[in-house]
């Protein structure tokens, strides 16, 4: 009842909605992109104007009360990402209201739709809103979905099974069907190279006639970007003599596949160079690409699984750092600073998948689509990992340099093979196993306790003889780091996992939120609560890993969807709001950051406005805590 | 625990592993390090470097092993791994005759161009597979061994007798039973001569001088009781 209260006093909070005070932009700093980037990780531009202010004029400014929605471009993908479940009406569908939640019956919720969600009538108590109301407003996100009656995510948590190879043919192909996103990879000249399900026996017939199709319209000069095929969106991507395609079912937008497919190219050029690829092809354009590719397939399937699991930082084009004091990072960057080898070009330290420390010489920035393909490698592929020991990789950072490689040295600490520490091995809970098949299935963004000790340190180098004198930097890196004590301080603020909302912003009815910080292409997400256990701090139990998946999905699969609705290319958008029937949610895009985030159905928006308000002065007020400004420069 | 003996005389010895992609490399040197086996191992990137002590009546070895990766696109690396390495084992899948043939090119390459006193072992692995399995060592039992789910492809006998031409210790192993392993390693470690102990040192191998000695002793789990050999890890 007080949460109610509170609400109705805000009940016009959206006018309240201010940014942050208003400050100079944070030094740019690495890892960045390039303003044109090409990278994988590219998205459109907000189309905020240079303002740091949100008042309720930016937010009147979006309302179409007149339901004017042929502003926005329909996008191709709607039609997949209307849900299957028609035929649903919610109760105040047919309330004649020109507030426009009537759009939000489910089966109408094309990008273009969620944005008249903004529509006027600030202050205004409809009917429908009343109707809101009287329902509870602690009912959270996707709640009322229950197992058994998925939806869309049907049969999601079999998406990473293998298909068994000892079936009859039909009933692979069965298998192969039901998978919700597929990626292939095929040369120009019809040669398969890789798809994500299924071996190339299985899915050959199906290279060749995407090949038919997307060569018969490169002969017309009019190159297919994409089509739809009953609930399925096709997006293509033309590579010089690769031909990437997604499949998916999920509901992305083109420019999200896209840049999916732009990933998987850069883990193609990262194992061959670019001068190599196209040598390969300028000599004979049907070789087959599988041999020089050997054992780059698990680390495309690794990538094209965290794409399907949803990747945060890959809708975002943006890295996650764990969250420390400043004065910390500051002095992790000086003790690495003062280890430095001569020979070393970028140093990172990174724990559970967050970036900890980052030096760098001056003159050369990281660049998130690099720091994504040694990511993968390391974290979410079991090829380094499982190795044990001290790993010496030869690749290539495309955004950095596509033409040669690099030399990456690699080392875990894993408290067991490392003398370091031997001390804190004995506070250590029993080692986690080696399992890579396991790992294949676990959840990327979950809190996972093995995933958010491991701590790496990444050396790397254009000298391939330099590999001692790296291990050398790290062994020092690593001794001092040990007697500082700050490698405990890194693990326990792993350990700590990422922040909870009801620590940023008490009382807050958000379920879930992502702030990037678009000077520092960085991003910080809150922890996934289990949904029931949220607010009411009811200690439920742990959720299945199916469970975890599908949440976790479900989660992505809305902020793939607002995040191409602000993206949308002639969408003009700074603020959006959307009402589903399982979920409300809330964008906001500033030239300083993009916030996104969930809450159950029935929370106003007043109170998302507020929620979201206090969140991101949470983000300012810790911003050097939460990113990376600058890291050590040498 | 071992490290607790009085010190005896310990030195370096680099090691690298060669041989065709997914004969079992870093399976064995995963039995080897830390008493373990992964069924669905993945590929080696590049190579992983990995140090362990084995504890011979006289002296401690200190084995700083380089496991390579074996696809076709890493070879060009394999120079760097091989110089200056005074023991290497090459390995092939007894399952899988292309492997042996490759595993004969590496030893040629490594007699043309690694360090003329180099040990080298022929290690069939995946004995598991055959017939004879983690058996009595098997004798070479001819071609007709097919049947009764004997994957051998590869017969004792070619394989020694090519080891006996070359000079090369030769073992048949099975990183997943465990077989043999400790052996290959035991092996290796007595035929480095005692001179070359004094002074063949890897250009590298001052710079790990400054880690504790006995840090793998007390972080591995126990032997496996079948091990024979004195290879104290
Ligand atoms: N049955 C059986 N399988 C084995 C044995 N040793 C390795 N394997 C399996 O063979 C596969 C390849 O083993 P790896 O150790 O990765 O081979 P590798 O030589 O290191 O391969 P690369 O790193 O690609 O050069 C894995 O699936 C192992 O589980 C063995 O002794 N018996
Ligand atoms: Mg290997």
């Not at chain 1, 890892?31 to 240079?50: D, I, L, M, T």
């Not at chain 1, 030869?394 to 520490?421: I, K, Q």
């Not at chain 1, 004590?485 to 992502?514: C, D, M, N, W, Y």
């Not at chain 2, 690694?114 to 071609?143: C, E, H, R």
């Amino acid at each position: 009842m007080a949460r109610q209260a509170e609400a109705e006093t805000n009940d016009d909070g959206a006018s309240k909605v201010t940014s942050p005070s208003p400050s100079p932009p944070p030094p740019p700093l690495p890892p960045r992109r390039k303003p044109s980037g090409e990278g994988p990780a590219q998205v459109a531009p907000a189309q905020a104007k240079p303002t740091t202010a949100v008042s309720s004029i930016d937010i009147s400014t979006l309302s179409f009360p007149d339901g004017s929605r042929g502003t926005f471009s329909t996008n191709a993908a709607q039609a997949v990402s209307a849900p299957a479940a028609s035929g649903y009406v919610t109760p105040v569908g047919d309330l004649a209201d020109s507030m426009s939640i009537m759009s939000f019956a489910p089966t109408l919720r094309p990008h273009g739709d969620l944005a008249s969600l903004v529509a006027g009538g600030l202050n205004r108590k409809s009917r429908a809103w009343n109707m809101l109301r009287s329902q509870s407003e602690t009912v959270q996100p996707f709640e009322s979905i229950e197992l058994g009656a998925l939806g869309d995510l049907a049969g999601f948590e079999r998406e990473f099974d293998e298909i068994p190879d000892n079936t009859a043919d039909d009933i692979r192909l069965a298998i192969w069907k039901s998978k919700m996103k597929h990626y292939m990879i095929l040369s120009s000249a019809g040669k398969p190279i890789y798809s994500r399900h299924g071996d190339l026996s299985l899915v050959n017939s199906y290279m060749g006639i995407i090949q038919t199709i997307i060569s018969f319209y490169e002969g017309a000069n009019n190159p297919l970007l994409g089509f739809t095929a009953g609930n399925a969106r096709f997006v293509i991507a033309i590579e010089g003599p690769l031909y990437f395609v997604a499949i998916s079912r999920l509901g992305e937008s083109d420019a999200q596949l896209r840049s999916q497919l732009e990933a998987l190219y850069m883990q193609i050029l990262s194992t061959l160079t670019l001068p190599t690829l196209k040598n390969i092809f300028a000599h004979r354009p049907s070789t087959d690409l599988r041999k020089p590719l050997e054992g780059t397939e698990s680390l495309l399937s690794s990538l094209a699984d965290s794409f399907t699991k949803g990747s945060p930082s890959t809708l975002l084009g943006a890295l996650e750092c764990l969250r420390l004091r400043k004065s910390q990072r500051l002095a992790i960057n000086n003790i690495f600073l003062k280890s430095r080898s001569e020979k070393l070009l970028y140093g990172l330290i990174v724990a559970g998948g967050k970036l900890v420390s980052v030096i760098r010489p001056r003159k050369h920035s990281l660049h998130p689509s690099d720091l994504q393909l040694i990511f993968n490698m390391l974290f979410e592929s079991g090829s380094i990992k499982s190795g044990g020991g001290e790993s010496w990789v030869p690749l290539c950072l495309p955004a950095f340099n596509n033409r040669g490689y690099l030399y990456m040295y690699v080392s875990f600490f894993d408290g067991r093979t490392d003398a370091a520490f031997v001390g804190e091995a004995a506070q250590q809970s029993p080692e986690s196993s080696h399992d890579s098949t396991s790992e294949n299935n676990s959840e990327r963004a979950s809190n996972n306790v093995e995933d958010e000790e491991e701590i790496a340190i990444i050396l790397i180098s254009p000298d391939k003889e330099s590999f001692y004198d790296l291990k050398e930097m790290r062994d020092k890196l690593a001794a001092q780091l040990t007697k500082s004590g700050h490698l405990s301080l890194i693990r326990s603020a792993a350990r700590e996992g990422r922040p909870k909302i009801q620590t940023v912003a008490p009382g807050a009815q958000i379920s879930h939120f992502l702030y990037k910080s678009r000077a520092n292409v960085q991003f910080c997400m809150s922890s996934v609560e289990p949904a029931s256990a949220a607010q009411t701090a009811a200690a439920a139990p742990e959720p299945s890993g199916p469970e975890k998946l599908l949440t976790h999905r479900r989660l992505m699969t809305l902020y793939h969807e607002l995040h191409a609705s602000m993206h949308a290319k002639y969408a003009h958008l700074k603020v959006l709001h959307a009402v589903s029937e399982d979920a409300a949610s809330l964008a906001w895009i500033t030239p300083i950051f993009e916030f996104y985030c969930v809450a159950g159905p029935n929370v106003s928006r007043a109170a998302m406005a507020q929620g979201a308000n206090r969140i991101i002065q949470w983000a300012k007020r810790e911003e050097e805590r939460l990113f990376i400004i600058g890291g050590g420069v040498f | 625990m071992a490290d607790s003996n009085t010190p005896k005389p310990s030195s370096s010895v680099k090691l690298v592993l060669l041989g065709e992609a997914a004969v079992g490399k870093s399976s064995l040197v995963l039995r080897f390090v830390n008493n373990d086996f992964q069924e669905n191992k993945e590929p080696t990137i590049g190579a992983a470097f990995l140090t362990q002590k084995c504890n011979l009546p006289t002296r401690t070895i200190k084995f700083e092993i380089w496991d390579t990766a074996g696809q076709e696109r890493f070879a060009s690396l394999a120079p760097m791994y091989y110089r200056n390495a005074q023991a290497a084992l090459v390995v092939y899948d007894l399952t899988k005759p292309t492997s042996l043939i490759k595993a004969k090119h590496w030893v040629a390459e490594l007699q043309r161009q690694a360090s003329p006193g180099i040990v080298i072992a022929l290690v069939g692995n995946k004995l598991d597979l055959t017939s004879d399995g983690a058996g009595s060592g098997g004798d070479a039992d001819g071609a007709g061994a097919e049947d009764s789910g004997d994957a051998r492809k590869v017969t004792t006998e070619e394989a020694k007798t090519y080891a006996e031409e070359e000079g090369l210790l030769f073992f048949e192993t099975s990183a997943k039973t465990g077989y043999n392993v400790t052996e290959v390693f035991t092996a290796i470690a007595n035929a480095i001569p005692e001179t070359s102990l004094k002074t063949a040192r890897g250009p590298g191998a001052s710079h790990t001088a400054g880690r504790t000695e006995e840090q793998r002793v007390n972080l591995n789990g126990p032997r496996d009781p079948n091990a024979k050999e004195g290879c104290a890890c």
